[in-house]
T-cell receptor, first 114, second 111 residues
Framework: DAMVIQNPRYQVTQFGKPVTLSCSQT?????MYWYQQKSSQAPKLLFH???????NEADTPDNFQSRRPNTSFCFLDIRSPGLGDAAMYLC?????????????FGSGTQLSVL | KQEVTQIPAALSVPEGENLVLNCSFT??????LQWFRQDPGKGLTSLLL?????REQTSGRLNASLDKSSGRSTLYIAASQPGDSATYLC??????????FGTGTRLTVIP
């Protein structure tokens, strides 16, 4: 059974049209992460939540925002998508920050920008 | 800044062979190293996690080693199977609770 669920699986949006990607988890984990992975590149952390505490990576563009209304759900909002934002967006969770904690990833949302 | 490199970028082996995937990182101040598997167009599945104080971890046909001082890790896959075909990524965790990923090695096991 899927424990980290991302919707939709594929998302197409137009240049400049706001888009929201969704992630939910059944693990009751404290930490939720959003990663961006462009084709043939390594996943890159955009931001994470520890409970309700939001942590933005220094080089994450202002165009990217996130919301976590409760433990189970986390959203990635792209306010004005550009062509360079086309990528796979991966949501991940971990129970806490510990050296022996694994990350659990969803299947990702493949975003296309036309 | 931490940089993670995986060589080779792609590898093809006949079924049944043992193989080794390599991962190197530039900053040895890590908390752990994880190996992930990624199937085409899919998310990542955690395979093994080695804490900084450990030297290796094993799960089934997989064995991962860590030499923190030299900034290297290997993933050994025994008796490879076509179902092992995927991209394998390594990632190191730093103090900022970030995982720095390599770009992966794309493995093809030929029946």
């Amino acid at each position: 059974d899927a424990m980290v669920i991302q919707n939709p699986r594929y998302q197409v949006t137009q240049f400049g049209k706001p888009v929201t990607l969704s992630c939910s988890q059944t693990l009751n984990h404290n930490v939720m992460y959003w990663y961006q992975q462009k084709s043939s590149q390594a996943p890159k952390l955009l931001f994470h939540y520890y409970d309700k505490d939001f942590n933005n990576e220094a080089d994450t563009p202002d165009n990217f925002q996130s919301r976590r209304p409760n433990t189970s759900f986390c959203f990635l909002d792209i306010r004005s998508p550009g062509l360079g934002d086309a990528a796979m967006y991966l949501c991940a969770t971990s129970r806490v920050f510990r050296d022996d904690e694994k990350l659990f990833f969803g299947s990702g949302t493949q975003l296309s920008v036309l | 800044k931490q940089e993670v490199t995986q060589i080779p970028a792609a590898l093809s082996v006949p079924e049944g062979e043992n193989l080794v995937l390599n991962c190197s990182f530039t900053d040895s101040a890590i908390y752990n190293l994880q190996w992930f598997r990624q199937d085409p167009g899919k998310g990542l599945t955690s395979l093994l996690l080695i804490q900084s104080s450990q030297r290796e971890q094993t799960s089934g046909r997989l064995n991962a080693s860590l030499d923190k001082s030299s900034g290297r890790s290997t993933l050994y896959i025994a008796a490879s199977q076509p179902g092992d075909s995927a991209t394998y990524l390594c990632a190191v965790k730093t103090g900022a609770n970030n995982l720095f990923f390599g770009t992966g090695t794309r493995l093809t096991v030929i029946p």
